[in-house]
C-alpha cells in the first residue's frame, strides 16, 4: 500500500503560480504512475495530469496544457504540480493518485487518493 498527503494549496490571485506537492510513504513511489486529478464544488472529479513511473511520459488535460507541469523525484517519494497562469475556474481541490495503469496516454486511478488540497483564484 501507499499513503499520499498533499500540500501547497492556498488562496492566489489570477494570473498567479502555485506548487502543490505530493510525498508518499509505504511502497516505493516508483513502482507507480502518479497522477493528480481536481474537483470544483458541483463538479465530478476530473483528471488533470499523469506522469510515467521514470518520469519520461507526461499527459496532461487540454484545460490546463501548457499551463500546468507534473514532475516527480522517485529518492524523495514526491510528486509535483506546478501550475502558472490560474484562472478562477481553476479552483477546486486538487487530489494526488497513484495511478493503476499509465499506457499510451492513458492513465487509470487506483484507490489510492491523498486526503486534497484546495486552490481557490481569486482577486
Known amino acids: 500500500q501507499v499513503q499520499l498527503v498533499e500540500s501547497g494549496g492556498g488562496l492566489v490571485q489570477p494570473g498567479g503560480s502555485l506548487k502543490l506537492s505530493c510525498v508518499a510513504s509505504g511502497r516505493a513511489l516508483n513502482m507507480y504512475p502518479m497522477g493528480w486529478f481536481r474537483q470544483a464544488p458541483g463538479k465530478e472529479r476530473e483528471f488533470i495530469a499523469a506522469?510515467?513511473?521514470?518520469?519520461?511520459?507526461?499527459d496532461y488535460a487540454d484545460s490546463v496544457k501548457g499551463r500546468f507541469t507534473i514532475s516527480r523525484n522517485n529518492y524523495l517519494k514526491m510528486v509535483n504540480l506546478q501550475m502558472n497562469s490560474l484562472q478562477p475556474e481553476d479552483t477546486a481541490v486538487y487530489y494526488c493518485n497513484a495511478g493503476s495503469t499509465y499506457y499510451s496516454g492513458d492513465y487509470r486511478p487506483s484507490n489510492y487518493w491523498g486526503q486534497g488540497t484546495q486552490v481557490t483564484v481569486s482577486s
Open positions: 506522469i510515467s513511473r521514470n518520469g519520461a511520459d507526461t
